[in-house]
């Protein structure tokens, strides 16, 4: 019986393994290897969206402008289309300043979240504590927190497509990037939320 118990104990545990690179091949990670990610990396760009954010049943629609102020960071504002500031938040490393947010965002787990999910969209660059691949991606998993993104560039063209955020036991967030353009803009976002009822989808404008 003793064992009976065990084995279902692995059985379990072995069935909430992350699936995000159980096929891949895992090769050697080098100490000059750091994971990029370039689409809002430059500071003479506005990059300007419209946006759909759709939250526990609320949706709000309107422009949302990402702008590298300063080596380290970046300034997100998201406005109606009639110009009231949904939120203004200041991302630096791995620091935050709110200057303001509407009174149906400020929750914690709803404000907590956007500060994570746009923290990983306009990273540019870090360590590397994992490497895969198979015959479509390369892929480089870095650590945050209690959690680890791993970026998947297409063997194509090397472009980074998609990040996956995950805990040791489940995919969390998939950030998709679509209709990238030379300049290396993504002309459309995606962030889809696994467990919470909040997604997000940005589209270019300029």
């Known amino acids: 019986m003793r064992y009976l118990y065990i084995s279902i104990l692995l059985l379990s545990v072995y069935s909430c393994k992350v699936t995000t690179v159980k ?103 870090g360590p590397v504590i994992g490497k895969y691949y198979n015959d479509s991606y390369n892929v480089l998993k870095n650590r945050k927190g209690k959690r680890s993104n791993y970026y998947f560039y297409k063997l194509s063209d090397k472009r980074l497509d998609k990040i996956v955020q995950a805990t040791k036991m489940k995919e969390k967030v998939i950030v998709s990037f679509n209709k990238v353009s030379d300049d290396q803009v993504a002309k459309n976002i995606k962030i889809d939320h696994k467990n919470i009822k909040l997604n997000i989808e940005l589209n270019f404008l300029k």
């Open 23 to 125: 096929d891949y091949i895992e090769s050697d990670v080098k100490e000059s290897d750091v994971f990029e990610n370039l689409y809002f990396a430059s500071a003479t760009i506005d990059y300007v969206y419209k946006a759909d954010i759709r939250v526990y049943g609320n949706e709000f629609s309107g422009i949302l402008i990402i702008k590298k102020v300063s080596e380290d960071k970046h300034r997100i504002v998201f406005t109606s289309q009639f110009g009231s500031t949904f939120f203004d938040i200041e991302l630096q490393n791995d620091s935050f300043k709110i200057n303001s947010v509407v009174e149906q965002l400020n929750r914690k787990i709803i404000l907590n979240t956007l500060i994570r999910d746009f923290s990983v969209v306009v990273d540019e660059k």
